[in-house]
């Protein structure tokens, strides 16, 4: 057990099927966990106890079933305007921490569970969004809703286009189905905000990371597996100015 300091708290993003974990102390990131469910019942509220700790969960559990004494934040809480009613609160936060880091226009490219684009204007204004579903949950649609196709994971090379085997054409299928998705959501943004910046976060966020490098130059987007966290911490202390990347990276991602 680590003795806290006072100055430390949590954010925590329950998802669909992850806990999403951070510590800070004061506005600085310390540590991050992105905890599967075989390794929730080991959260880090063990080592550091009686944190505070503010979030919110998008999936069935509740961000207070996981932290009884968490403040909880919700859509109303955001002062994004134009977002409607139903918007996930991850894909909020998210947009709202771009929003404080990397300015507007942006859009926030979400690969999850689900594969999210989400966007604000250059007045910084919810401006729509798409949501597909994720890389893995194609693959495993396949496999689960086909009576002879396997489970093919992500190809970590470019595959060949047309596929000789079974594999090999599933492959194909996510890994150029997915760019050509990208290359015209993207070429859309940018073609309604030219100054726009994409940022790629998520579980997936290497595979599609890989994708944008083929057809997108390296200055119209960033990587950043925080942008929930710095849209919670920018939330929980609005009056502190938050430097611009790259100065809120950690290299401790897991």
Not at 40 to 51: C, E, G, M, S, T
Not at 107 to 123: E, I, P
Not at 169 to 198: D, K, N, R
Request: hydrophobic content about 45%; proline content about 9%; overall charge negative.
């Amino acid at each position: 057990m680590v003795p806290p300091q006072s100055n430390q708290w949590f954010a925590l993003m329950i998802g669909n099927s992850r806990q999403h974990w951070a510590l800070f102390t004061g506005e600085h990131l310390s540590r991050t966990w992105h905890l599967t469910p075989e390794e929730f019942a080991f959260n880090p509220a063990q080592d550091y106890p009686n944190l505070p700790c503010w979030g919110a969960s998008v999936g069935s559990v509740s961000l207070h079933q996981v932290y009884p004494t968490a403040i909880a934040f919700t859509l109303e809480d955001i002062p994004i305007p134009r977002m409607y009613p139903t918007l996930g609160i991850d894909r909020a936060l998210a947009l709202w921490g771009a929003l404080q880091v990397y300015g507007a226009p942006v859009c926030v490219v979400d690969a999850g569970t689900a594969l999210t684009l989400t966007l604000a204007n250059d007045r910084g204004e919810f401006a729509g969004g798409v949501i597909l579903p994720g890389v893995g949950l194609m693959a495993r649609a396949l496999a689960d809703y086909t009576a002879a196709l396997p489970y093919v994971t992500l190809p970590p090379d470019p595959p060949p286009r047309w596929g000789t085997t079974t594999t090999t054409a599933i492959e194909s299928g996510l890994y150029y189905g997915t760019a050509a998705m990208l290359h015209a959501y993207l070429g859309a943004f940018f073609q309604a905000f030219p100054q726009g910046t994409v940022i790629v976060t998520g579980g997936d966020r290497p595979f599609l990371s890989e994708l944008l490098k083929t057809f997108l130059d390296a200055d119209r987007w960033h990587e950043d597996d925080h942008l929930v966290f710095w849209g919670i911490r920018a939330l929980r202390n609005p009056t502190v100015k938050i430097e611009m990347h790259p100065m809120n990276r950690i290299d401790d991602f897991r």
